[in-house]
């Protein structure tokens, strides 16, 4: 079984919860655990958020999220044409944060590696992001 | 939001009625502010009973609310949090400065 959908959202926070809700709605076809369903859908919310906050430093851009069910594997990408991020190991340092001044925790791409099996950052300074993320369904 | 202050206790307890992420925890934490800047609480604790969905944005948002009330002198609890939710507390450790019943 194969299926895949695509969502082109602009950076808006309200679109955060949109992102998520959307995801989870095409994942529930593979019937998952309420408890995987909540940690895809907050893996979701957190790269979104990355992009409107970092990518997009809160102006207006596009947000493509993509979500392919392979079996009983779930793959979503969250890509940007964002600022890219120049190094992608501090990033995903937990408590690291480029804006503390907007309280951010820092707990971004470390609730997404640990919620979901695998997670890929791809980035290119001035060109975009890519956040590859999969989790298999029980 | 429903917010409750008991005058007796100095007891602030704020049910936070929403999902919390990036695009809420700006509204809540202005409603938060003010609530805590008018009663000057001795305690305050957030009630998650309506609270189906957290993500990262909620560790800022609860530690900034903590700091704040620490500074003037209060307490703080948390009672009702679902497993999903507290799953990202304990994963940033905040469940070891704020006490969650």
């Known amino acids: 079984m194969e299926n895949k959908v695509k969502l082109e959202l602009m950076s808006k926070s309200s679109n955060e919860a949109f992102a998520r809700i959307a995801i989870a709605a095409f994942v529930s076809q ?31 851009g596009i947000i493509y999220v993509t979500c392919i069910l392979k ?32 309280e951010r925790s820092g707990m971004g791409f470390t609730i ?19 956040v590859t993320m999969k989790k298999t369904i029980k | 939001m429903n917010i409750k202050y008991d005058e007796v206790d100095k007891l602030l307890t704020c049910q936070i009625t929403e999902e919390i992420d990036h695009h809420t925890t700006e509204k809540i934490r202005r409603i938060l502010d003010d609530e805590i800047e008018r009663y000057i609480p001795k305690r305050i604790v957030f009630d998650f009973d309506k609270v189906s969905f ?36 304990e994963m940033s450790g905040v469940h070891k400065i704020i006490q969650i019943n």
Do not use: W
């Not at chain 1, 655990?33 to 207006?60: G, L």
């Not at chain 1, 997404?112 to 890519?130: L, R």
């Open chain 1, 30 to 60: 593979l019937d998952p655990t309420i408890e995987e369903i909540a940690d895809i859908k907050t893996a979701v919310s957190e790269a979104v958020t990355n992009c409107i906050i970092h990518a997009y430093e809160e102006k207006e």
């Open chain 1, 71 to 102: 079996n009983r594997e779930v793959t979503i990408e969250v890509q940007d044409n964002g600022i890219g991020i120049e190094n992608i190991d501090m990033a995903k340092e937990p408590l690291y944060t480029s804006k503390p001044e907007l």
């Open chain 1, 112 to 130: 997404i590696d640990s919620f979901m099996d695998e997670m890929k950052i791809e980035s290119i300074v001035g060109m975009g992001t890519k």
């Open chain 2, 54 to 89: 957290m993500d990262s944005a909620g560790i800022g948002m609860i530690l900034g609310r903590y700091k704040m009330i620490r500074m003037l002198g209060g307490s703080v609890e948390m009672i009702n949090v679902k497993s999903n939710v507290r799953k990202i507390f």
